[in-house]
T-cell receptor
């Protein structure tokens, strides 16, 4: 029973390049969340997606960042023209559909992608 | 004011000790609460959900006080393997998780 999978685990980019981070949710999960953890800081929500829909992107920086979760394939977090301040651990989490009348569903995290911008 | 606040620690305790962490949250409408554990440079792992009536899982007990808007985690008989950062988490609108900055626990032999 594979957990949440993320790749690559480590990514090095030069300033100005693009970074693509991929996340495959747990089997049976259709909700995906992206979080960012800056060095020495707590995790911060970025975006919440269901298949082909962005539900909440209130935590996404206004520029350079985008996310998608297509009908087929993994969720992708894309960062264009990376800057040194984008260096962080990016974690993806997934959760199942809520059962009828049950509103609390737990999120399970992948191992993260550590992005280093040089 | 931060949405979720925790004492960053570190808490240095000997093996076998009992240790308690507290956390406060600002949104009185919050409904779901969790404790996660994060080992150095690893992903957060769900330790336990926190229910209104309080709940226990082995050596771990979680309590929720809605009137005072705080959550606690008690660890009994600490093990070396309990050393980690403990994250207090509140579920916000649209299911996003709001994390505290974490409390560092170091269990000493």
């Amino acid at each position: 029973n594979a957990g949440v999978m993320q790749n690559p685990r480590h990514l090095v980019r030069r300033r100005g390049q693009e970074a693509r981070l991929r996340c495959s949710p747990m089997k049976g999960h259709s909700h995906v969340y992206w979080y960012r953890q800056l060095p020495e800081e707590g995790l911060k929500f970025m975006v919440y997606l269901q298949k082909e829909n962005i539900i909440d992107e209130s935590g996404m920086p206004k520029e350079r960042f985008s996310a998608e979760f297509p009908k087929e394939g993994p969720s992708i977090l894309r960062i264009q023209q990376v800057v040194r301040g984008d260096s962080a651990a990016y974690f993806c989490a997934s959760s199942p559909e809520a059962s009828a009348g049950f509103t609390t569903y737990e999120q399970y995290f992948g191992p993260g992608t550590r992005l280093t911008v040089t | 004011r931060k949405e979720v606040e925790q004492d960053p620690g570190p808490f240095n305790v000997p093996e076998g000790a009992t240790v308690a962490f507290n956390c406060t949250y600002s949104n009185s409408a919050s409904q779901s609460f969790f404790w996660y554990r994060q080992d150095c440079r690893k992903e957060p792992k769900l330790l336990m959900s926190v229910y209104s009536s309080g709940n226990e899982d082995g050596r771990f007990t979680a309590q929720l006080n809605r009137a005072s808007q705080y959550i606690s985690l008690l660890i009994r008989d600490s093990k070396l393997s309990d050393s980690a950062t403990y994250l207090c988490v509140v579920r916000g609108a649209t299911n996003k998780l709001i994390f505290g900055t974490g409390t560092l626990l170091a269990v000493q032999p």
